[in-house]
């Protein structure tokens, strides 16, 4: 009976762990030593063993954080959140579908540790704020204040508005076919004039290593990119981070591209190309909350 809370709650908090670093592959070292804690303690005393273990990972996701801090302030180029293949039923959850959105995840970044923890613990998650002070180490009092923070922080840099599902799905679908043919006038007419497109290479893929600003730039870059592998690039819509995006596969090697749409317009393009970072596009991530 030792791991079945753990077990029972593991979509949870990977999810907890995954919307505080933006990579699966870090969620899931937290989780083993989640895990190794876990089993160290007299669960006979423990009498909610979900805000338990929501502590823990918190705590373990914190250190994480901090130690990632320093290498990716060395990362070359843009960093972006490592993309999740999710099912379809994640987007009728719609604050977990944003929450865990490509773009959220980098509006996140720009949060410290301690601001990214109890605004994730919070606003998607509505832990009581006594739940989160025992999860980060601060007084009630302090978590209040550091989440009325993170909240205008966060909202003066997510995306303006929410749409459905349905006309995400047909704007990528347009963006997909526009890229396929490389047509600068097609691509134009799916591009917002400002939009802007940020690209993860790595230091290992081909990616620009500064965000792309405008239409005309964005398109001219995209179209470049088209000659460059014609005949051998498949494209796919495909459910990332509980939205419809999509998925490119150039002699076999898979880039990510999410985007976000306002007025029928794409505003920006995420590009994950960095290998490493593409490993969970096979097999739908587990989210809960």
């Given at each position: 009976?030792?791991?079945?809370?753990?077990?029972?709650?593991?979509?949870?908090?990977?999810?907890?762990?995954?919307?505080?670093?933006?990579?699966a592959a870090d969620a899931e070292d937290v989780l083993q030593e989640s895990w190794l804690r876990w089993a160290e303690v007299d669960h006979t005393q423990v009498r909610d063993p979900r805000a338990y273990l929501v502590r823990i990972v918190t705590r373990q996701a914190l250190n994480r954080l901090r130690?990632?801090?320093?290498?990716?302030?060395?990362?070359?180029?843009?960093?972006?959140?490592?993309?999740?293949l999710t099912s379809p039923?994640?987007?009728?959850?719609?604050?977990?579908a944003e929450s865990v959105s490509i773009a959220m995840l980098t509006v996140l970044e720009t949060l410290g540790p301690t601001e990214r923890a109890v605004f994730v613990l919070r606003e998607v998650f509505d832990l009581p704020?006594?739940?989160?002070?025992?999860?980060?180490?601060?007084?009630?009092?302090?978590?209040?204040?550091?989440?009325?923070?993170?909240?205008?922080?966060v909202a003066a840099r997510r995306p303006r508005m929410r749409v459905s599902r349905t006309e995400q799905r047909a704007v990528m679908e347009r963006f997909l076919a526009s890229l396929r043919t490389g047509r600068l006038q097609e691509?134009?007419?799916?591009?917002?004039?400002?939009?802007?497109m940020i690209a993860d290479g790595g230091g290992i893929a081909a990616?620009?290593?500064?965000?792309?600003?405008?239409?005309?730039?964005?398109?001219?870059?995209?179209?470049?990119?088209?000659?460059?592998?014609a005949g051998a690039c498949e494209t796919t819509t495909v459910w990332l981070n509980?939205?419809?995006?999509?998925r490119i596969d150039i002699d076999g090697e898979p880039t990510a591209v999410s985007v976000v749409v306002e007025n029928g317009l794409v505003t920006r393009v995420y590009l994950m190309r960095n290998p490493r970072k593409l490993t969970r596009l096979d097999e739908p991530a587990e989210l809960a909350r």
């Open positions: 009976m030792t791991g079945a809370p753990f077990v029972a709650h593991r979509g949870l908090l990977f999810t907890v762990a995954y919307e505080m670093l933006g990579s130690a990632l801090s320093r290498s990716r302030e060395d990362y070359v180029g843009e960093w972006l959140p490592e993309p999740l039923d994640v987007a009728e959850d719609v604050e977990l704020y006594g739940e989160i002070a025992g999860a980060t180490g601060k007084s009630v009092a302090a978590v209040r204040q550091i989440a009325r923070r993170a909240r205008e922080h691509l134009m007419e799916v591009l917002a004039p400002d939009v802007v990616a620009a290593l500064a965000p792309v600003c405008g239409a005309a730039q964005v398109a001219a870059v995209l179209a470049r990119a088209n000659q460059l592998v509980g939205a419809p995006a999509g």
